[in-house]
């Protein structure tokens, strides 16, 4: 019996190892890839259904705390919300969001009696919350564009009742 010898097995072998492992990498990337966008959206979701929320609860604080001047001078200020925002986006996957909120005057109007009406811009502002810089910062980082949530909405303002006697 003669012995062939075959001096391409290696070469062979390389080749359907090289092949094995692109196929592998298609096959397991593109869902990995898919399963990372979902992800990304339901935390979106909830991110938003939880301004929502901070959003209707800061309507009463709204039409009562706010000094307006200070409100108009001061554009860039962030006030903080008290509570943190702890969203889950799979089983296994929590977050905890730092949450905080910039108000701007987009328009004001006098109205009868000396009441002021002025049209609200709440901007609502998320960062994780290891996150140690301040909003003033966060808000411009492109890897939170996405947690920026934005609402409109009116406030009146009454002229004090003076009393006389």
């Known amino acids: ?19 094995i492992g692109l196929c592998s990498g298609v096959f397991f990337g593109t869902p990995a890839k898919v399963y990372q966008r979902q992800i990304k959206a339901i935390k979106e979701l909830e991110l ?3 301004s929502s929320t901070i959003f209707i609860k800061l309507l009463p604080e709204l039409k009562k705390n706010h000094k307006w001047e200070d409100v108009t001078r001061k554009k860039d ?6 509570e943190k925002v702890h969203i889950s986006y799979s089983p296994l996957m929590k977050g905890c969001y730092d949450a905080a909120y910039r108000i701007k005057v987009r328009k004001e109007k006098e109205g009868e009696n ?3 009406y002025r ?9 994780e919350e290891g996150d140690t810089r301040d909003f ?19 406030v009146s303002k009454a002229p004090k009742k003076r009393y006389t006697s």
């Open 1 to 19: 019996m003669k012995k062939t010898k075959r001096p391409m097995i290696l070469l062979e072998v390389l080749i359907a190892i090289a092949l």
């Open 48 to 50: 938003a259904r939880a």
């Open 77 to 82: 200020t962030f006030f903080p919300v008290g």
């Open 114 to 116: 000396d009441t002021t």
């Open 119 to 127: 049209l609200l811009e709440v901007e609502l502002f998320f960062k």
């Open 136 to 154: 003033t910062k966060v808000h411009n980082d492109k890897k939170y564009k996405n947690l920026h949530f934005t609402y409109n909405t009116f």
